[in-house]
């Protein structure tokens, strides 16, 4: 794997919009995680906020995380081959080296159509 640091310092900007919106729960070199500021309307989660998304730096690659991929598949779909390759099961992406401007523009996009999913909803 690349440098972790600066594999994460390439992912951050993903979320530059939405997490204006969210809740920056966790800020750490090895570990990012941003969460809806509201309580989950969901009672499995007993009120506490839902995850939006996270970057985690494992030992093999840096995962990032988007949950509004898993709960609303039609965000992945068009997802493009790129990207396709470096996901894993259904809103993980993994990334060994620093990932290349398009993914994370792509990444991007899929993160505020997300998040306008969620606001609508009132989850954010």
């Known amino acids: 794997m690349g440098d972790p640091g600066s594999i994460v310092a390439r992912l951050k900007p993903v979320f530059g919009v939405v997490a204006k919106r969210l809740v920056i729960k966790t800020d750490r070199p090895d570990l990012y995680t941003l969460a809806?500021?509201?309580a989950s309307p969901f009672p499995q989660h007993k009120g506490r906020p839902l995850e939006f998304a996270c970057i985690r730096v494992g030992k093999a690659y840096v995962s990032l995380h988007l949950l509004p991929v898993y709960m609303n598949?039609?965000?992945g779909e068009g997802i493009s081959p790129e990207l396709k390759k470096r996901m894993q099961g259904k809103a993980c992406f993994n990334f060994k080296d620093d990932p290349e401007p398009a993914l994370v523009a792509e990444?991007?996009?899929?993160?505020?159509?997300?998040?306008k999913q969620w606001a609508e909803k009132k989850w954010a």
């Open 36 to 38: 809806s500021g509201v």
């Open 73 to 75: 598949p039609a965000l």
């Open 107 to 115: 990444l991007k996009r899929i993160a505020e159509a997300g998040l």
